[in-house]
């Protein structure tokens, strides 16, 4: 049941380091909507006015101290987690959102553009259901290089979590998005239509977005004929994570193998990262690169989990241990190379109504424990040679 988190109809909104004028556009917007105060608060004095009020929202500038916007997160966070913190710029600055969504920003507006945004930020403040923690969780499933299998094993992890999870994959692959495919669905509404009215999408929108598989697994998918689109913009990926992870207990997010702002987003609010790499010294090499990336965005090693697929073990070129000194870190999963697999995908069956028992299907299985925190199977590392890595690290 929907329960208020604020004894009245109005939000108590504090506002930090905007200028008048910004402070008149957030007026403008929220009109009787929001309990404002007559002016914005200073960064240095917002720790005092916010323990004072305890207010619904807080609305911090970020065009005036962008640094001292980004500390001030996590504090007001720890001090009150149901306070909803909305991050306002001028402009929609990737590298700012993503900073904005790691602190605990919840929404990133700009105005006039995102007025609905926020009055709806506002008005989902005083009637949330609980706080963060009622969110499900984010997996996103990376590919380190094109066919690494980031789809097969989306569709396929979802569908071993269907049965006791809500669960949704979405697909963020913009450019060829085969979710549906997978799943043998042709999308009557997908991606598209959800970025149509993104403005005003709330969970009970979002129900109309998504398909329903025969195995409970919903997907918000891609149309079936992909519309030339620019780049989608981290805060509308931001947007639709939140909303399906109000909506779901897992969100498992297909990235594919691109390095653009929806992954990169997509990386940056997710519980966990699998980061999904074909057994060959491309692959890898490309594990590795991605691994030094995620480290320069600030994302925690243990956010990440790297997953070799198509793994065989008595056809490999390298062991696993070769690979993990390579990469610098452990191999977190291997999933088995499985003709299966190949046959699951071109009759668009999910791997284990094709053969539940087969290697891959077990491995999948397993990956559960992954994201659900259990204990995962791993197979028996042997120590052996690195001489490859010299190829592409040049060390
Ligand atoms: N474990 C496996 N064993 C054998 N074949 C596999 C395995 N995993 C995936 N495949 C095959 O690899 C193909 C590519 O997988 P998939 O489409 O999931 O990769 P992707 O990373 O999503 O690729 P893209 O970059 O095109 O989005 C699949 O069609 C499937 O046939
Ligand atoms: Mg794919």
């Not at 010294?281 to 990440?304: D, S």
Request: with cysteine; glycine share 8%; hydrophobic share 40%.
């Amino acid at each position: 049941m929907r329960q208020a988190g604020s004894t009245s109809n109005v939000a108590s909104v504090v506002v930090i380091g905007v200028d008048p004028r910004a402070m008149g556009q957030i007026r403008e917007t929220l009109g009787t909507e929001a309990a404002l105060p007559g002016q914005s608060t200073k960064y240095e004095d917002a720790l005092g006015v916010i323990r004072k009020l305890r207010p619904d929202v807080v609305i911090a500038g970020f065009d005036q101290d962008f640094e001292e916007a980004i500390r001030l997160a996590p504090q007001i966070v720890a001090e009150n987690g149901r306070t909803r913190l909305v991050a306002l710029a001028a402009h929609a600055n990737p590298d700012h959102i993503r900073a904005a969504m790691r602190a605990g920003y919840r929404e990133f507006v700009v105005l006039p553009d995102d007025a609905e945004l926020l009055r709806q930020a506002v008005h989902e403040a005083i009637y949330q259901e609980g706080g963060d923690e009622d969110h499900g969780e984010v997996v996103t499933i990376w590919g380190s290089k094109g066919g690494a299998g980031s789809t097969f094993l989306a569709v396929n992890l979802a569908a071993e979590l269907s049965p006791v999870h809500r669960v949704c994959v979405v697909d963020l692959d913009f450019s060829m998005g085969d979710v549906a495919a997978f799943l043998d669905i042709q999308p009557t509404q997908s991606m598209s239509d959800l970025l149509r009215n993104l403005h005003k999408i709330d969970e009970r929108m979002l129900a109309g977005y998504v398909i329903v598989h025969p195995s409970k697994v919903h997907a918000l998918a891609q149309p079936t004929d992909l519309e030339q689109r620019e780049e989608v913009k981290g805060d509308t990926v931001m947007r639709i994570l939140t909303t399906v992870a109000r909506s779901y207990q897992y969100c498992i997010v297909d990235c594919g193998s691109r390095l653009d702002e929806a992954s990169l987003t997509a990386a940056t609010v997710a519980d966990r990262i699998l980061l999904v790499s074909s057994p060959d010294v491309p692959g890898i090499k490309n594990t590795w690169r991605r691994l030094q990336l995620l480290e320069r965005l600030g994302i925690e090693r243990n956010r990440i989990h790297v997953v070799i697929n198509r793994w065989d073990r008595k056809d490999a070129a390298f062991t696993l241990a070769d690979v993990e000194s390579n990469i610098q870190r452990k191999v977190d999963a291997t999933v088995s190379f499985d003709r299966a697999a190949a046959r699951s995908v071109n009759e668009g069956k999910l791997l284990r109504d094709v053969d539940k028992k087969c290697p891959a299907a077990r491995d999948i299985e397993s990956l559960v424990g992954l994201v659900t925190d259990g204990e995962i199977a791993v197979e028996k590392r042997t120590a052996g040679p690195m001489g490859w890595f010299s190829r592409f690290s040049g060390g």
